[in-house]
């Protein structure tokens, strides 16, 4: 017989579970149903690929990444 336990500090990711709510919520208020949810995950795929180029959007995108290298 083989068990594993494991103790996860549920403080640890109350920011992001409150981030997640905030986001589902404004696309309930929005009326953005589920594709509203697609916004949200093209910008993270932004902030995390390696694209770049001269759009407003990229610059934007390319401030946060300098700001999240910071953390």
Do not use: C, H, Q
């Not at 403080?11 to 981030?19: H, Q, V």
């Not at 180029?53 to 990229?58: C, E, G, R, T």
């Amino acid at each position: 017989m083989l068990a594993k336990t494991e103790w996860l500090d549920p403080l640890l990711y109350l920011g992001e579970a409150l981030d997640l709510l905030l986001v589902l919520r404004v696309v309930r208020d929005l009326e953005m149903g589920i594709y509203g949810l697609n916004y949200f995950k093209i910008v993270v795929d932004s902030l995390y690929g390696s694209k770049n180029d001269v759009s407003n959007y990229s610059v934007i995108i390319n401030d946060w990444r300098r700001l999240l290298a910071l953390i």
